[in-house]
């Protein structure tokens, strides 16, 4: 699957995230990480983004992470749900979810 327009998931409430993807051609993955709790996990807020974007076959795009003291396993799954809807799938699609994907 492709990035083909702008994916977003998550809202701004306390323990969750919100995260945008947006397709790029080239220049790898640009990360903008905002996070209330930065100095103490913003290490482990973007090793588990990146990761995840590699584990999604990600390469080029425009990544933001708005952090309000989400856990790892709600990070991914945002990132996950921003990136399909970025690629155009839709509710009936068989989309694989979280130890499905590649």
């Given at each position: 699957?492709?990035?083909?327009?702008?994916?977003?998931?998550?809202?701004?409430?306390?323990?969750?995230?919100?995260?945008?993807?947006?397709?790029?051609?080239?220049?790898?993955?640009?990360?903008?990480?905002?996070?209330?709790?930065?100095?103490?996990?913003?290490?482990?807020?973007?090793?588990?983004t990146?990761a995840?974007?590699?584990?999604?076959?990600?390469?080029?795009?425009?990544?933001t992470?708005?952090?309000?003291?989400?856990?790892?396993?709600?990070?991914?799954a945002?990132?996950?749900?921003?990136?399909?809807?970025?690629?155009?799938c839709?509710?009936?699609?068989?989309?694989?979810?979280?130890?499905?994907?590649?």
């Amino acid at each position: 699957m492709e990035l083909k327009t702008t994916g977003v998931a998550g809202t701004l409430e306390s323990s969750d995230v919100m995260v945008t993807l947006e397709p790029a051609d080239s220049g790898g993955i640009k990360l903008l990480l905002e996070s209330t709790v930065l100095k103490q996990y913003g290490r482990q807020i973007r090793e588990t983004t990146l990761a995840t974007l590699e584990r999604l076959g990600v390469r080029n795009a425009g990544v933001t992470v708005n952090d309000h003291g989400a856990l790892d396993c709600t990070i991914k799954a945002r990132i996950e749900c921003a990136y399909y809807r970025g690629c155009g799938c839709g509710p009936d699609d068989r989309i694989p979810w979280g130890g499905d994907v590649r």
